[in-house]
Nanobody, 121 residues
Framework: QVQLVESGGDLVQPGGSLRLSCVGS????????MSWYRHAPGKERELVAG????????NYADSVKGRFTISRDDSKSTVYLQMNSLKPEDTAIYLC??????????????WGQGTQVTVSS
């Protein structure tokens, strides 16, 4: 029943922009920290941006600082990733993740299926 569904991936030219969306269902969205990861061919999965619940702390990978912005709308159970000034090295499958610690401090997490972003001229 728990689902995370990403959308917004596309083929764009270098310097272009995209806005990714991830809609959650089947869990209390506001209780979870939300993150965007990406996985490019030949590379390990990496954290792109994270947005905690409650106080709303944010963090970004150094490679995307100043270009990407993460935001969330808990009333819509949605997290967004605005991507500007895209570069070919941003090409990857972008994955949405939700996580929380249970009473034993075990981390529970959910993953979306991913959306493809391709930056090429």
């Amino acid at each position: 029943q728990v689902q995370l569904v990403e959308s917004g991936g596309d083929l764009v030219q270098p310097g272009g922009s995209l806005r990714l969306s991830c809609v959650g269902s089947g869990f209390t969205f506001s209780n979870y920290a939300m993150s965007w990861y990406r996985h490019a061919p030949g590379k390990e999965r990496e954290l792109v941006a994270g947005y905690t619940n409650g106080g709303g702390s944010l963090n970004y990978a150094d490679s995307v600082k100043g270009r990407f912005t993460i935001s969330r709308d808990d009333s819509k159970s949605t997290v967004y990733l605005q991507m500007n000034s895209l570069k070919p090295e941003d090409t990857a499958i972008y994955l949405c993740n939700a996580w929380v610690k249970d009473y034993t401090f075990r981390i529970l997490s959910y993953w979306g299926q991913g959306t493809q972003v391709t930056v090429s001229s």
